[in-house]
Structures are given as C-alpha cells and as structure tokens.
C-alpha cells in the first residue's frame, strides 16, 4: 500500500470547471506539499502546508490532520493548468510521494 | 525560494553508455537531493548529496551504478551508468531551503536509453 494516495488518477474537464484533487496519506506529517508538474517533466511547488488552508489565485490547499486528507482545488479551470498534480507529504525524514493525477481541461 | 536548473533537459542514450545529468542552484544550500520518476509512478529518491561528503543512497540505489559529485554549495551531477531500458525516467534535482520540508525542484531531465 502506498503512503499516499491520490484520486482521481485521470480527469478531463471543461474550461472553467471547479476541479477538486484529493490525497490521503497513511502516515504522520510535518508538511504536506501539492506539486505541478508540467509534460516536459518539471515541478514547481504549488503549496506547502501543515493546517488549515491556503489561498493563491485559482488555486485553494486545505488539509484535514485528523482525517489524513487534503484536497487541491482549481477555480474557474483554464487549458494551462493542465498537468500532473502531486501530492506529497514530509514526515520529518523523508518524502512521501503520491503517482499524480493527470489534468486535462478542454477548451 | 530556489532556482534550479539541469542539463540536459532531455537525452536518448545507448544501452551500455553512461549519462551525467548537472545541477546548478542560484543559492547555497546544504542538501540537494536527486530523485527518479519511472513512467507513470511516482518520484523516488535515489541519494541525498552532502557538500564534502559520500552521498547518502537509498535502499534499491547503489554508487556504482549512480555516481553523485557535489564539489560546491550550489552544483551536484548524477551520473547514470551502463545505461539500460530500464533507466528510462525523468531524474530530478531538488534542494531543501528555509526548512527541512521545503523542497524545490529543477526542471527535470528526461532520459531515453533505447
């Protein structure tokens, strides 16, 4: 079983969709991280967080410690952001990764 | 935050030959790690790089096959060795900064072995 887990694996959506990521973990965290990563293959971190819920343009982080759950979230979905999006947790050693889940918005 | 950028971006290698990939961060930073990401999983870290010491591999990783130098505070390379069809992935460079949790990554190399 892995430590993270991510659903949906796959989602296609239509330019200006509400699209919600979700992650579950199975062990305990000091952060949590969502990661975009684009087809050439590179990361960029979207959002790190510990508690609560985060807030950068479209894009809304929240986590739920107690349930071992965060969700990404994307307002008003645009073609650019699709990519693979990853959830990945810190536990204080080392980095757990979940395998992404592959966004398409539609125009 | 950090940038960091690899080269190269991408490469088609041959069985047998070896590829060494370059990390160059616009800052000094203490750790750099070096992760793996196999077609449809999941990144994996292959070593963390210590600046003036052995590079620390994980289970499943061994310096003979994945060479690592980290002459400086801001550069590392990851050589990866007799190459096979296998080591096809996307090889990444990332650094902690501000916190041990904080992680950024490079661009990525993609590697083809055919």
């Known amino acids: 079983k892995n430590e993270v887990e991510q659903s949906p694996q796959n989602l296609t959506a239509q330019e200006g969709e509400f699209i919600t990521i979700n992650c579950s973990y199975s062990v305990g965290i000091s952060a949590l991280h969502w990661l975009q990563q684009h087809p050439g293959g590179g990361i960029v971190s979207l959002f790190m967080l510990s508690s609560g819920k985060k807030k950068h343009g479209r894009l809304i982080a929240t986590i739920n410690i107690q349930e071992k759950h965060s969700s990404l979230h994307i307002t008003a979905s645009h073609p650019r952001d699709s990519a693979v999006y990853i959830c990945a947790v810190f536990t204080g050693n080392q980095f757990y990764f979940g395998t992404g889940t592959s966004l398409t918005v539609i125009p | 935050s950090a940038v960091i950028s690899q080269k190269p971006s991408r490469d088609i290698c041959q069985r047998g030959t070896s590829l060494t990939i370059q990390c160059q961060v616009d800052?000094?930073?203490?750790?750099m790690f070096w992760y793996r990401q196999q077609p449809g999983q999941s990144l994996t870290l292959i070593a963390t790089a210590n600046q003036g010491s052995e590079a620390t591999y994980e289970s499943g990783f061994v310096i003979d096959k994945f060479p690592i130098s980290r002459p400086n505070l801001t550069f590392s390379t990851l050589t990866v060795s007799n190459l096979s069809p296998e080591d096809s992935s996307i090889y990444l460079c990332?650094?902690?900064?501000?916190?041990?949790?904080?992680?950024?990554f490079g661009p990525g190399t993609r590697l083809t072995v055919t």
């Open positions: 990332s650094v902690s900064q501000g916190g041990p949790y904080e992680q950024y």
């Open positions: 800052s000094q930073v203490t750790m």
